[in-house]
């Protein structure tokens, strides 16, 4: 209570002693006469009196320690501004502080009492209460959160009111609002948060107010508050969201698409789905607003997408909006990225953006071997107040060490899905091809990964895979003497599987020894150092998983006949092949290439070409398989049908007597007549009919027979050797032998002769190491057998 002894004047006795009574009536009564007091010396233009009132009101009464006085002080104010009515700009500070004071009362009457002095000061100042609109907001916007009812209900009232004032107005400084509306917008408050985005409609309504050149100060926490539990609040942000998205696509020159790149990435792997939906929505429209201004952002955005794509149906929405992300992100790299920075050449130029973008991109902080973290902090209320887009063009360069770290992370991830896996090779497929330069400095790093992805379980990712290894063979970027040397980081440390072997003796291909170096052998222009890098690495993944030889080696080296040059494959094997140590391995090997050879579509034309052997290069060809194909009897057999050389399969078949013969034996000689039962040897069955050009055809296929026990081949066989006419013409054979110079290889041309006998020589030699491995290994089974006795 005040002291009633104080001298409160031009306030009467009797106006103190009323506001400090505990009736609203009496108060009201001094309220009146106060505004009669005021209008007085308005009416005689005395600012002092005006004040000194004002003050004593504010003091004495508003801020004083006793609840009574407090509300009779309130009402006080609001009946001076409403006697000074349009002069009252003149006092606003004076008026509005101490009723924003009131604000934090621990009595919610006086609180209300508060936001009903308020509202009448505003009302009867109208567009003067703008330049103190931050104070007002302020108070608002904790009123708005009161948990007293009747007090949220006034302080609607005023928002309201304070709303209308707004809109209407031409003179809101937005720029002066924004740190405020930045630092409350991420209010955890249910209440506060629809104050907050209310607000934010009501701003983006208003022509004359542009809110989307400050959007990226407020984007993060729109976000943050489309997920609040509340039905209604998520759906007033989602409207604002909208609202913002339709303003960007009507006028995308004025948005500054960089600035929000990283919060978009960050909102993109919420958990919530609709925060990611979203996000990833106005990832979409950046990309294709944007475009080539998002490329330094790359690397974030594939974080972010890429484990979206293996989504199931439940985010079906969400999988369909990442995949166009990633498409369109995809398009965005051409081939001028492929111009070395460091060569003076600047990179195309982008859309108009901040001319400082790149600066923009947080670095993140990741473990070695880690994916990139772009989910950084997402808190954004101490950035700085931007200022509108540049329209100046800048040059945009792709951070291509940060994409291929990503998808180099995915590729690693065991738990990635198939669609992300597929996406990840696409892209490694793509980057190859736009920017083939660059992408051989990371080969190194990112060989093994792709060796190992041939043995997962999809089969549409093992094809995606062999069309990135085949792009790395083929590529003429990668022809150099160093190949993948460059500064380019290491995401993974590791080498190459196996190294390099040294180089081939000319005698290894053949007598024409036409063939230079292991590096470069058996390789074409179309083909590079990687290529025999990657025929040995495949070959010895072959040889450490045998069921992935089993499942899907036949499959894989199919494919990459499609994609690359099927002879250089097979040439490369076979090189290969002839120095495996494993022999067992290498006589399995040499059987799975045979049956490709002999049974793909894909083969047809090499099998042409090895079935005439016509030119030098066919011919070379034949030797180079031969060699490797001698560690299996009956492939090397059937190799001297398809080529024609039937004396030399004839001598071969003599050779079998001297082999140890096994079951497995047995069963590939059961399944070599069952292969020439097939349309691949419809020409080899009609040369029976010339028994007098083919006896050595003959013979070699009695061979096979007199091998075979009684069995359904054997039936097989017989039948078709019965078909043979005048088989007494058999005779003539020993003969022939000795009269006929181009039996045994009626193609060869004398220029470039096979040396049969030396090719015999070399099939005894592997044979003969193939039984020593094999008594060897019996030995060590029967020294263990008695081991196991004693």
């Known amino acids: 209570m005040n002291n009633p002894e104080k001298d409160f004047s031009p306030l009467t006795p009797s106006i103190v002693r009323a506001l400090n009574d505990k009736l609203y009536e009496k108060r009201k009564v001094a309220a009146l006469e106060i505004e009669k007091l005021v209008r007085e010396f308005v009416a005689q233009n005395s600012t002092a009196q005006i004040k000194h009132v004002i003050l004593i009101l504010s003091q004495e009464f508003a801020l004083s320690q006793h609840p009574h006085s407090r509300k009779g002080g309130l009402i006080g104010l609001a009946a001076c501004s409403i006697a000074l009515g349009k002069d009252s700009g003149l006092y606003l500070k004076e008026l509005i502080e101490p009723v924003l004071t009131c604000f934090n009362d621990a009595d919610s009457r006086l609180r209300y009492y508060a936001c009903e002095a308020l509202y009448n000061i505003v009302k009867v100042a109208r567009g003067s209460v703008l330049p103190h609109f931050n104070v007002l907001f302020d108070g608002l916007s904790k009123l708005a959160a009161d948990p007293d009812p009747n007090v949220k209900s006034g302080s609607e009232l005023l928002d309201r009111l304070l709303k209308d004032i707004v809109t209407e107005s031409n003179k809101f400084d937005l720029v002066s609002f924004i740190p405020l509306l930045r630092e409350r917008i991420y209010s955890n408050n249910q209440y506060a948060r629809q104050f907050i985005i209310s607000w934010i409609l009501v701003l983006e ?23 609040d539990n509340s039905k209604e609040i998520r759906k007033m942000c989602e409207v604002a969201l909208g609202e913002f998205l339709k303003e960007i696509k009507k006028n995308p020159s004025s948005v500054k698409f960089a600035d929000m790149a990283n919060i978009l990435v960050i909102h993109c792997q919420a958990s919530d789905d609709l925060i990611q939906l979203t996000a990833m929505c106005w990832m979409r429209e950046f990309i294709q607003l944007a475009g080539r201004v998002m490329l330094p952002y790359s690397s974030g955005i594939l974080t972010a997408v890429l484990p979206c794509l293996s989504y199931d149906d439940r985010k079906k929405s969400i999988k369909e909006v990442a995949n166009v992300c990633n498409q369109s992100l995809m398009k965005l790299v051409i081939p001028e990225d492929d111009e070395v920075a460091d060569e003076g050449k600047p990179g195309p130029a982008s859309l108009p953006t901040e001319a400082d973008q790149e600066e923009a991109l947080p670095k993140p902080e990741g473990g070695s071997g880690g994916c990139l973290d772009a989910s950084g902090d997402s808190n954004f209320s101490s950035t700085s107040v931007f200022m509108p887009a540049s329209t100046e063009r800048v040059q945009v360069t792709l951070n291509l060490d940060g994409i291929v770290q990503v998808l180099d992370c995915h590729l690693h991830d065991v738990g990635a899905g198939m669609m992300t896996r597929i996406a990840v090779l696409k892209w490694l497929y793509h980057l190859y091809i736009k920017t083939p330069r660059k992408m051989f400095r990371h080969t190194d790093s990112l060989f093994p990964i792709l060796l190992k992805t041939l043995s997962d379980e999809s089969d549409e990712v093992i094809l995606k895979d062999l069309e990135v290894l085949a792009e790395i063979a083929s590529s003429p970027a990668g022809q150099s003497e160093d190949p993948g040397s460059g500064d380019a980081p290491n995401p993974r440390s590791g080498q190459l599987e196996v190294p390099l072997p040294a180089p081939a003796k000319a005698a290894s291909s053949g007598p024409s020894g036409t063939k230079g170096s292991m590096e470069v052998s058996p390789t074409t222009p179309t083909m590079n150092s990687y290529f025999y890098k990657f025929m040995i690495n495949l070959l010895k993944r072959f040889s450490s998983e045998r069921k992935l030889l089993e499942t899907r080696g036949a499959f894989i080296i199919r494919q990459l006949c499609l994609l690359l040059n099927a002879e250089n494959i097979f040439h490369s094997m076979a090189d290969i092949l002839l120095r495996e140590e494993d022999l067992k391995f290498a006589s399995t090997m040499v059987h799975t290439l045979n049956t490709i050879l002999l049974t793909s579509s894909e083969l047809f ?26 560690h299996n009897p009956v492939t090397t057999v059937s190799l001297c049908f398809l080529t024609q050389n039937y004396k ?28 020439i039962e097939c349309p691949i040897f419809t020409y080899l069955r009609l040369q029976l009919l010339d028994v007098k050009s083919n006896p050595f055809l003959i013979r070699a296929l009695y061979g096979l027979l007199m091998l075979l026990p009684q069995s359904s081949a054997f039936q097989l066989l017989s039948h078709r050797l019965q078909c043979v006419p005048n088989p007494e013409l058999m005779q003539a054979a020993a003969a022939a032998e000795g009269a006929k110079t181009g039996l045994g290889f009626k193609k060869a041309s004398a220029n470039t002769p096979i040396d049969y006998a030396e090719l015999l020589q070399h099939f005894e030699k592997v044979q003969n190491k193939h039984l020593q491995v094999r008594h060897q290994r019996a030995a060590r089974g029967d020294t263990l057998d008695r081991r196991g006795l004693f």
């Open 648 to 675: 030399h399969a004839y001598d071969l078949i003599q050779k079998f007597g001297d082999l140890e013969v096994t079951v497995d034996f047995l069963i590939e000689v059961d399944k070599l007549v069952q292969l």
């Open 605 to 630: 034309q090499l099998r042409n070409q090895l079935k005439d052997l016509k030119t030098p290069e066919s011919r070379n060809l034949f030797c180079c398989l031969y060699r490797s194909w001698c």
């Open 205 to 227: 309504s208003v022509p004359d107010i542009n809110l989307l050149d400050y959007l990226p100060e407020i984007l993060d926490g729109l976000f943050q508050i489309l997920g």
